[in-house]
C-alpha cells in the first residue's frame, strides 16, 4: 500500500473498508481490462484475503463481474463519477472555451486539476494529428513532466510542494525527462515567476504542450489548460504566440467558475490528508 494511503487508514476518522474498497476498484486496468484475484491485491497493495472480500462486495452490488478466475468492473461503476463529472461539466467547458483554443491555434487543448501526485483531465477537444499520447476525461498523468502540471505545481504554497516531492519518486518517462528533484524545482519556480509552461517531449516523445494556470477569485490556481502539438511539426516558439489567446481563455474560465462549482476548490495537496495518489 502506498505511503498516503497507509496514512489516511491510520486517521481515526477514515473508514479503513471504503478506503480498501475504492484501492480495488482503481486496481483495475493495472493489467488489462481483467484482473485476477492476486493481480487485484498487489496493485491495491491488499492481502488477498483483503481483496477477496472487497471484490466480492463490489460484485454483490453490481459494480464488479467475474468470469472464472478473471474480475471486471462493470459499467456501474460509471455511476460514482458522474455526480462530479455533472458539476464540471467537461462537455460545457470543452465546447464554449477549448473549442475557441482549438480553433485558433489548431492545436489540441485540455483542462486539468491537480489530485495528488498527478492531474487529471476534466475536457478536452483534440486536433485531428497522430500524437503519442490520447487524452479524454479522467485520463491521469504524473505532474512533474507535464506542463500543466508544473503550473498546477507551481501554484501550491511551499510546504505542500515539499509534501509532493518527499512523497513522488519522478522517473523517466522519455530519455528527455527531467527527474531530478532541484532541477524540477527550478523548473516550478521559473514557472511561477512567468505565469506558464512549456513541456517538449518529456511526457512522451513528439508531445509538445503549454500551459496557463486558471484563477479563482482569491487568486489561487485551481485548474490549467493547455494547447499542445507534435514536436515534430511544430517549435516551443511557435506554439507560444498561442500564449495571450490561451491566458484569455483562461480568464474566461475564471470568470464562469460559480457555473463549474467542482473547479471552485483549490487543488488538493500531496499531503499527510491525501488517500491516494
Known amino acids: 500500500m502506498i505511503e498516503p494511503q497507509r496514512r489516511a487508514l491510520e486517521d481515526r476518522e477514515t473508514i479503513a473498508g471504503l478506503a480498501r474498497g475504492l484501492a480495488v476498484i482503481r486496481a483495475f486496468g ?34 464488479a463481474g467475474r468470469f472464472g478466475r478473471q474480475f471486471f468492473l462493470r459499467p456501474r461503476v460509471l455511476d460514482l463519477a458522474s455526480p462530479y463529472l455533472s458539476n464540471v461539466n467537461g462537455e460545457a467547458l470543452a465546447r464554449d472555451y477549448l473549442g475557441e483554443v482549438l480553433a485558433v491555434s489548431g492545436a489540441s487543448s485540455s483542462l486539468s486539476v491537480l489530485d495528488g501526485a498527478d492531474i487529471v483531465y476534466l475536457a478536452h477537444v483534440g486536433a485531428q494529428r497522430l500524437l503519442r499520447l490520447e487524452a479524454s476525461i479522467g485520463t491521469r498523468f504524473p505532474a512533474y513532466a507535464t506542463s500543466m502540471g508544473r503550473v498546477l ?36 519556480a521559473e514557472v511561477a ?6 513541456v517538449s517531449d518529456e511526457l512522451a516523445t513528439g508531445v509538445l504542450s503549454i500551459a496557463v494556470p486558471v484563477y479563482d477569485r482569491d487568486g489561487r490556481s485551481v485548474a490549467a489548460i493547455n494547447c499542445s502539438a507534435h514536436s515534430g511539426e511544430t517549435t516551443a516558439r511557435e506554439l507560444k504566440r498561442h500564449v495571450p489567446m490561451l491566458q484569455e481563455t483562461a480568464r474566461r474560465i475564471s470568470t464562469a467558475l460559480p457555473h463549474f462549482p467542482a473547479l471552485t476548490q ?12
Request: charge should be positive.
Open 266 to 277: 483549490p487543488p488538493r495537496p500531496y499531503g499527510a490528508r491525501a488517500a491516494d495518489a
Open 193 to 198: 515567476g512567468a505565469g506558464l509552461s512549456c
Open 153 to 188: 505545481l507551481a501554484g501550491l504554497p511551499e510546504g505542500e510542494l515539499d509534501a509532493y516531492f518527499e512523497a513522488v519518486a519522478p522517473r523517466k518517462l522519455t530519455p528527455k525527462t527531467v527527474v531530478d528533484v532541484p532541477t524540477l524545482r527550478v523548473l516550478i
Open 30 to 63: 493495472a493489467n488489462g481490462p481483467t484482473s485476477t484475484l492476486s493481480e487485484i491485491a498487489r496493485a491495491a497493495g491488499l492481502s488477498p484475503a483483503v481483496a477477496r472480500r472487497c471484490l466480492h462486495t463490489l460484485e454483490a452490488l453490481g459494480y
